[in-house]
């Protein structure tokens, strides 16, 4: 059984469908990614996931659990975590703050799962108590990613986690993905850097205009024609 299951799932913003039937797999364990051209409704697909949006029709299916009506936070506590687009940090919170912030729901100041995050991003332990606003844009987004950790999520969505930073930047935000991954959590990655996401991820989803378009191993995904000349540029 599927660890995530979307069956044909739309939604709208107000009289607009953006998700047009969208069906789609996350088996336990893996990297599976999502690209598409932007206004896709990449994010639109995440958001629906952890019913931050309804779905106006179709099922989300997490394990044997219909979640589809579900309320966020109760989504949260279930165990799927999204880091999203943007990052959307506190910035007047410190680094700690910030992580405690991913912990919300449970009872207490779980120091064990901070200093988790912290041994993942050695760049963040330095700068606990300094804000999170004065982080450089790829500490933001590491701070992101450990916020959601702090949940102990078994299926974390990132949302565009490589934009606007530096190759080396992305590079390391992207072996930490594959750390995270191996440590247990199923990741569902949505990225423009369609390069990037193939390389870590197994298999692979392409979004066109509120529909799924493509759906393949990461590896062949990569040798499509379409998908090269559409999102490789070649
Ligand atoms: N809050 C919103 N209100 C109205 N329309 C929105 C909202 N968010 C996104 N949209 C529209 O939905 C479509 C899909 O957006 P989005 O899911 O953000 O795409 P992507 O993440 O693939 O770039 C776009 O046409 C966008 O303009
Ligand atoms: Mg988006």
Do not use: H, W
Not at 68 to 83: C, D, F, H, Y
Request: negative net charge; glycine residues 10%; hydrophobic residues 45%.
């Amino acid at each position: 059984m599927a660890l995530l299951s979307c069956q044909g799932v739309e939604a709208s913003y107000g009289n607009i469908k953006v998700l047009k039937g969208i069906d789609l797999e996350i088996n336990q364990g893996e990297i599976v990614c999502l690209i598409g051209a932007n206004g896709a409704g990449k994010s639109t697909t995440l958001m629906t996931i952890c019913g931050i949006l309804k779905a106006s029709a179709g099922r989300i299916l997490f394990g044997e659990r219909d979640i589809t009506a579900m309320a966020p936070e109760r989504i949260v506590g279930l165990g799927i975590s999204q880091v999203p687009e943007g990052r959307r940090i506190f910035p007047r919170m410190t680094v700690v703050e910030n992580l405690m912030m991913g912990a919300y729901l449970q009872k207490g100041v779980d120091t064990r799962a901070i200093e988790a995050v912290f041994k993942l991003f050695p760049e963040l332990s330095e700068r606990r108590s300094q804000k999170g606003g004065t982080l450089s844009g790829g500490e933001q987004q590491m701070l992101a990613i450990g916020r959601a950790l702090m949940a102990k999520p078994k299926l974390l969505l990132l949302d565009e986690p490589s934009l606007g930073l530096a190759p080396l930047v992305v590079e390391r935000i992207f072996e930490t993905i594959r750390q995270i991954n191996a440590e247990g959590s199923t990741v569902f990655l949505v990225e423009q850097n369609a390069r990037m996401a193939f390389s870590v991820a197994d298999r692979g989803y392409v979004m066109e205009t509120g529909k799924i378009v493509l759906e393949d191993e990461a590896s062949a995904l990569l040798d499509n024609e379409m998908v090269k000349t559409a999102y490789l540029g070649e």
